[in-house]
């Protein structure tokens, strides 16, 4: 199978060391605007040819989109004259605005995915081998493709040792909002906290594994998550509105005192990681 693929940072540039790892693929493309960034995907060897949008489209049996969901959808045009056989699969952190914007004269070839898995660093050097390896990636509105392409996506994921789940995707963008986007408004916060005190230079040098886990995140491409945050705002709207609820209900324990309650309160928050 020849895979074209369209953005080869952390996603993209993981996906293809995987390919090449479970021997999946006869040929890698790549496609990018960048001279720098193309210099740096040959010498990664993330890729054996880089062609433009025309030739790749040509050449490729599956063409991968791992760039941001608004450049996902702008793309879309782009892809019309594909041939019957060839399969598309984004890999955006949002399902429904991207699904919803597809053609229905491509709509059987689009397989809407979403690998839960990620870390903060970015660009073509950020890819790992087995990035993929032991997580799940949802697949959305699945009742849309032929069988002929989702077959071809399920046995790549699977093959590359991932778990398969099936969502509606207006149901993902709630889900992954909880999972991913609203830790990371909250990650964000956090360091902003720290950054807008008088000196927050004496406060990181107490930093320990708690501030560093909830920080860390607050590493990722502000390009990148602005594009999340404006595509699933409404779901992040609502989820940021409970987060402050459970806020306030501490800060209201502790102002009267009430220290068995907060004592039951966070007994109840241990009880998360029974179902993780």
Wanted: with cysteine.
């Amino acid at each position: 199978m020849r895979v074209g693929i369209i953005g080869l940072g952390l996603m993209g540039g993981s996906l293809a060391l995987a390919l090449r790892k479970y021997k999946l693929v006869s040929k890698i493309y790549g496609c990018f605007r960048s001279v720098k960034q193309t210099k740096e995907v040959l010498d990664l060897n993330l890729v054996d040819e880089v062609l433009n949008i025309d030739e790749l489209k040509e050449k490729s049996d599956l063409i991968v989109l791992a760039i941001s969901v608004d450049k996902i959808i702008e793309y879309i045009p782009k892809l019309l004259d594909i041939n019957i056989n060839t399969t598309i699969v984004d890999l955006g952190s949002t399902k429904k605005s991207i699904l919803d914007n597809i053609p229905l004269k491509i709509r059987s070839n689009f397989i809407g995915a979403h690998p839960m898995v990620g870390t903060e660093k970015s660009g073509p050097s950020a890819a790992i081998e087995n990035f993929y390896e032991n997580s799940v990636v949802v697949l959305c509105d699945t009742n849309m493709n032929s069988s002929y392409h989702l077959n071809r996506v399920k046995n790549i994921f699977s093959t590359i040792q991932m778990k398969i789940i099936d969502m509606n995707s207006s149901q993902h963008d709630i889900h992954a909002c909880f999972m991913s986007h609203l830790p990371h408004a909250i990650s964000f916060a956090l360091a902003n906290t720290v950054m807008n005190h008088e000196d927050p230079i004496s406060i990181v040098q107490l930093a320990a594994g708690g501030f560093k886990d909830m920080s860390r995140v607050a590493k990722s491409s502000p390009s990148m998550w602005i594009d999340i945050f404006k595509q699933n705002r409404d779901n992040l709207l609502e989820s940021l509105d409970l987060f402050k609820n459970q806020m306030n209900f501490i800060q209201t324990l502790l102002e009267d005192e009430k220290y068995d309650e907060l004592e039951n309160w966070m007994k109840k928050a241990n009880t998360l990681h029974k179902i993780l």
